[in-house]
């Protein structure tokens, strides 16, 4: 089976609907576009804003 080396997905995702606490066996690249919060990864929170880029090893837990 011939697979892809990386997809992309541009996601935009209200305040209240917001993926939960989770893991999955693929790197995670984040460029934040706009807006601000706090980021868990692993087991350390903090916050996050415009312009960061964020990458996230596989099996790691993370939640925005």
Same mark, same amino acid.
């Given at each position: 089976? @011939?697979?892809?080396?990386?997809?992309?997905?541009?996601?935009?995702? %209200?305040? @209240?609907?917001? =993926? +939960?606490? &989770? %893991? &999955?066996?693929?790197?995670?690249?984040?460029?934040?576009?706009? +807006?601000?919060?706090?980021?868990?990864?692993?087991? &350390?929170?903090?916050?996050?804003? #415009?312009? #960061?880029? =964020?990458?996230?090893?596989? @099996? =790691?837990?993370?939640?925005?």
């Amino acid at each position: 089976m @011939n697979r892809p080396g990386f997809t992309f997905d541009d996601v935009s995702v %209200s305040p @209240n609907r917001q =993926i +939960g606490h &989770h %893991s &999955h066996p693929q790197w995670e690249w984040y460029l934040v576009i706009y +807006g601000k919060g706090i980021r868990t990864i692993g087991d &350390h929170a903090e916050p996050m804003e #415009e312009g #960061e880029i =964020i990458l996230i090893p596989p @099996n =790691i837990p993370h939640v925005w």
